[in-house]
């Protein structure tokens, strides 16, 4: 049979148009619209177009063409994907950064990981049907209300050769409506905002752009990898079958995280309580919660609290919280409470046994800690220091107005 050389190329249009909508899109949140062809197709193995398939001297499209989507702090949120080429599943990350204009040496904070079974669940190949698995996940109270570009990632599980996929979504994230919750979701939102210590998206497979790493072996091994730092939201929807991914090429992921170095910063004090009822607010003399002194929490290092993102404000329907103090805030190494001071910050002096809020320029006493442990210390004093101004008024107009 013979073809004109028209007709061929009509067939062959075809054949790639087919194929293309065979391979696996991120189908919610909707993706931002593609600059450039092959919305479904890796990252280049150059990595030219890292992050979000964006072209080379070209931003993602925030015009009207690309769909924003709303989300709320705390809410679940679904994630689902189009195509039937899922190459056996694989391991997904999501992540955010700030802003709707990603730039090559952006910083990525990733909120969950799905390590196997993404962006399916149980399969041996591709798929027949439409894809059907939903997944579940929240942003955290961590993450601060603004713009953002969401970015899926996947490392699959089988295939011709190690490949990274990327698409990236555009986000308003809202602040949680605490009004409308229930005194337990209103704790349970505030304990989230631990996870203000997001790792770094996992990169490979896309040459310098991610240090030579590779997932090469996982792949010849047909294993879905677990990242070496999967954050603290973590899905394994087939088990803990999962081969221990040694390297990741992001320069700024964190040292002990899959390169053999060790090492890792403090986490972040922990948040005080959410008041049981914010237009009532309760007596000083009430008991306060014991701290959390488990050897997680006690810092290892003087590092600070990582900048991929600004973590939010305590949520509350009230008065807006002072802000954490650091490690290495004054008061919390030594000072005396006749030293100079930052508004809003709280201390702890005597070896830790006495906590300190500081109103204007002077350290004002709490009370009398009884622990040792400075960053347990800290957290009580905030926790103390809060129930303190809520019922007295002067320090709120002094220390939040």
């Not at 679904?78 to 090559?104: E, M």
Request: proline share 12%; aromatic share 6%; with cysteine.
């Amino acid at each position: 049979m013979h073809f004109s050389t028209s007709t061929s190329y009509s067939i062959l249009g075809a054949m790639l148009a087919s194929a293309a909508s065979a391979h696996v899109v991120l189908e919610n949140p909707p993706p931002a619209k593609f600059l450039a062809y092959g919305p479904t197709n890796p990252i280049e193995s150059t990595g030219s177009d890292w992050p979000c398939k964006i072209p080379a001297g070209q931003k993602l499209d925030t015009s009207d063409a690309s769909p924003r989507t709303e989300m709320v702090i705390g809410e679940p949120q679904k994630l689902s994907f189009k195509g039937k080429a899922v190459h056996g599943g694989g391991s997904c990350q999501l992540a955010l950064t700030k802003g709707w204009d990603p730039k090559k040496d952006s910083p990525w904070s990733v909120i969950h990981s799905i390590e196997g079974g993404c962006p399916a669940r149980n399969q041996k190949g591709n798929l027949e049907g439409d894809n059907s698995d939903v997944y579940e996940f929240t942003i955290p109270a961590g993450i601060a209300p603004g713009q953002y570009t969401f970015a899926w990632t996947w490392h699959a599980r089988i295939g011709g050769q190690p490949e990274m996929y990327m698409n990236c979504a555009l986000l308003d994230v809202k602040a949680a409506n605490t009004k409308r919750m229930e005194l337990s979701a209103r704790r349970s939102l505030a304990a989230m905002s631990k996870r203000a210590d997001f790792p770094e998206l996992f990169i490979a497979n896309i040459g310098a752009v991610g240090g030579g790493c590779t997932t090469s072996e996982a792949l010849n091994q047909q294993i879905p990898i677990a990242y070496p730092d999967p954050g603290s939201s973590v899905d394994r929807p087939e088990g803990d079958k999962l081969f221990k991914q040694p390297c990741d090429g992001n320069p700024r992921a964190k040292k002990g995280s899959g390169g053999g170095s060790s090492g890792s910063p403090a986490p972040a004090p922990a948040p005080a309580p959410v008041p049981a009822e914010p237009s009532s607010p309760p007596a000083s003399s009430a008991p306060q919660p014991k701290p959390t002194t488990s050897s997680a929490a006690k810092p290892t290092s003087a590092a600070p609290m990582p900048t991929s993102i600004v973590p939010a404000p305590e949520p509350s329907s009230a008065i807006p919280a002072a802000p954490l103090p650091s490690h290495n805030a004054p008061g919390v190494g030594g000072e005396s409470p006749s030293s100079p001071c930052t508004h809003g910050q709280f201390g702890c002096f005597a070896d830790g046994k006495e906590a300190y809020v500081c109103t204007g320029t002077k350290w004002v006493k709490i009370f009398d800690v009884p622990h040792s442990d400075p960053l347990a210390s800290v957290s009580l004093a905030l926790a103390t220091a809060r129930t303190w101004c809520w019922s007295t008024p002067k320090c709120i107009i002094s220390a939040f107005g």
